[in-house]
């Protein structure tokens, strides 16, 4: 079991920015996946973003070129930067973490992100 602890969302005006951060339990070194999800009342949980342990990436194409995921290996967290933002980013953000592509995923508890101004 991986426990992850999300911080850093709020509400934030369009056109800001906000940097959401996760601490898993475990190393980043055992974690082969990495990155974040997001939730709307009603919808299902949808990828926004995803780092593999071999440096590559993928984005939610409503993201890309204002998010950016990243691993602090000093810190032991995953981080994602949000910049741009826009009322229709608002949702609950999770961290979503797996040991391997085959493995059981584990999930934060979410943190909500509003964008309103």
């Known amino acids: 079991q991986v426990q992850l602890v999300e911080s850093g969302g709020g509400l934030v005006q369009p056109g800001g920015s906000l940097r959401l951060s996760c601490a898993p339990s475990?190393?980043?070194?055992?974690?082969?996946?990495v990155g974040w999800y997001r939730q709307t009342p009603g919808n299902q949980r949808e990828l926004v973003a995803l780092?593999?342990?071999?440096?590559?990436?993928r984005y939610e194409d409503a993201v890309k070129g204002r998010f950016t995921v990243s691993r602090d290996v000093a810190k032991n967290t995953v981080d994602l930067q949000m910049n741009d933002l826009k009322p229709e980013d608002t949702a609950v953000y999770f961290c979503?973490?797996?040991?391997?592509?085959?493995?059981?995923?584990?999930w934060g508890q979410g943190t909500q992100v509003t964008v309103s101004s």
């Open positions: 979503h973490v797996r040991r391997s592509y085959t493995s059981t995923p584990f």
């Open positions: 475990e190393s980043l070194s055992n974690l082969n996946l």
């Open positions: 780092s593999t342990s071999v440096g590559t990436t």
